[in-house]
């Protein structure tokens, strides 16, 4: 088996209208390189013909190879196994829906020649996308800059070249909830950015809805900030010293001012709703970071594999049914 240098990791969930030409596109990049690539397809458990369409692929071409999870596991774990899994000396990961156009791993692998060990894909434009969506877009991206305890460029997501060396460093972190483009930046080496204009799907669905957007946003922030939490002790802080003000503020009145009408039933609802919801904003931010905790301690696999084809299982990775593989 021929040792690749450059690895494609793409996951893949319910994007059978994008496969073929996903391939054509890419197989033009492939022919361009200076050496012996592999195209590594995660099959995120799709519920359309996407399997069959990667088995076919990996049956014409050699260089395609795919692994297929036994459930849907996210976007994030599918990257993980894609890296799980790869050969070569640089990893490239990229969506199947080509708004990651492949035309650009050109320039990335430009920029790792020249000594860069992580190369992202900064968006400089979003084609075709409403002005909600590039606007919460545009505010997250911000905050977490401000939050997070490491450096994470703004506008930036999972499409970028990794260095060997940095792929065997997250390969080696165990954590579940996975933010890719935060660990990217935390494990450090020399980075740069490549700008590009991000293309509209190219047919299909949009796989990350509102829900699931808002999901990995949270993840990303709890996962590489520990600031939600401070902003807990602050509220508590703040609203225990207007606890106090109005200790005083009631007892001046009902010692010196009983016409006021500021006694009653409405200031004890405001204080009551105003406490009760600053405990339950502290508890959601407490709950966020012991459920992260509780999926760490339980030390279940991050993922679990039903069927391969051309890759080799690594070490560390052995939750896959070894009947069905397809080496």
Not at 13 to 23: D, R, S, V
Not at 101 to 130: C, D, T
Not at 198 to 215: L, N
């Amino acid at each position: 088996m021929i040792q690749p240098i450059y690895s494609i990791v793409i996951p893949i969930y319910n994007e059978e209208a994008n496969i073929h030409e996903m391939y054509r596109r890419l197989t033009g990049v492939m022919e361009q390189l200076d050496g012996e690539s592999e195209l590594i397809l995660v099959d995120d458990g799709s519920q359309d013909n996407s399997l069959n369409l990667m088995r076919e692929l990996h049956r014409l071409d050699s260089r395609v190879n795919y692994l297929s999870f036994a459930r849907n596991f996210g976007h994030q774990v599918a990257v993980t196994a894609g890296l799980n899994f790869i050969r070569g000396k640089v990893a490239i990961v990229m969506d199947a829906d080509l708004q990651d156009p492949p035309e650009l791993v050109i320039s990335m692998i430009e920029k790792w020649q020249q000594g860069y060990h992580v190369v992202y894909a900064q968006r400089i434009s979003r084609k075709r996308e409403n002005w909600f969506k590039r606007l919460m877009a545009y505010c997250f991206y911000r905050v977490l800059r401000q939050l997070a305890d490491v450096d994470i460029p703004a506008d930036t997501g999972d499409f970028c070249l990794m260095d060997r060396q940095v792929v065997d460093v997250l390969n080696t972190m165990p954590e579940r909830n996975r933010y890719i483009r935060g660990l990217r930046a935390w494990v450090g080496f020399r980075q740069t950015a490549v700008k590009f204009e991000r293309d509209p799907r190219f047919a299909g669905e949009v796989k990350y809805t509102f829900g699931k957007s808002w999901a990995l946003a949270v993840n990303g922030i709890v996962s590489l900030s520990k600031v939600p939490l401070r902003i807990a002790t602050y509220l508590g802080m703040l609203s225990a010293c207007i606890a106090l003000l109005m200790i005083l503020l009631v007892l001046y009145w009902r010692l010196f001012d009983r016409t006021t009408p500021l006694i009653g039933f409405t200031l004890i609802t405001i204080a009551l709703f105003f406490l009760g919801s600053v405990q339950l904003f502290c508890i959601g931010i407490l709950g966020e970071y012991i459920g992260r905790i509780y999926e760490e301690v339980k030390g279940r696999p991050i993922y679990t594999v039903k069927e391969v084809a051309g890759v080799i299982s690594p070490s560390h990775v052995s939750v896959y049914n070894s009947s069905n593989a397809r080496m």
